[in-house]
């Protein structure tokens, strides 16, 4: 075991994420059988900013925009996603959640949210509160980070 604080979170993130991606692929189950992590970001992601594009959630998670026109195409068969027609610009197709997407998503959200009180339970609301801001700092930070690194553009 190292005491360089830097190695420790790099060490407790990873696994931390691990075991979110674990949990977000049961979380896209519980939505629909036939979905896999990412399926569940992406109606998450369309549930907050709705009317969003295709090419802006491929952008936002990383992805290319023909892996997201897939997962699209497989989320509006499978009745959860639906894209309209943009009458200001024909190319864009702006996405929502239908009823169905949207009951769904919210069921899978509340089991995901009560396996987070339950887990967290015994900590107090001072140090949920504190790990809340070191959290939304260190997404600030890498945000930052990852900007000044990109450079000029």
Do not use: C, I, K
């Amino acid at each position: 075991m190292t005491d360089d604080p830097v190695l420790r979170v790099e060490r407790e993130l990873g696994l931390f994420l691990r075991r979110a991606r674990a949990a977000s692929a049961g979380l896209a189950r519980t939505v629909h059988p036939d979905l896999d992590a990412s399926a569940y970001l992406l109606l998450a992601a369309v549930a907050r900013t709705p009317g969003t594009r295709a090419s802006d959630l491929a952008d936002l998670l990383g992805v290319g925009r023909g892996t997201m026109s897939r997962q699209v195409t497989r989320l509006e068969r499978l009745g959860l996603l639906t894209r309209s027609a943009d009458p200001r610009d024909s190319r864009s197709q702006p996405l929502t959640l239908t009823e169905e997407g949207a009951r769904r998503l919210a069921h899978a959200r509340t089991g995901r949210q009560q396996y987070l009180r339950d887990s967290l339970v015994a900590w107090p609301a001072e140090e949920l509160t504190h790990l809340a801001d070191l959290l939304a700092r260190l997404n600030d930070d890498l945000v930052q980070d990852g900007e000044r690194s990109a450079g000029p553009g």
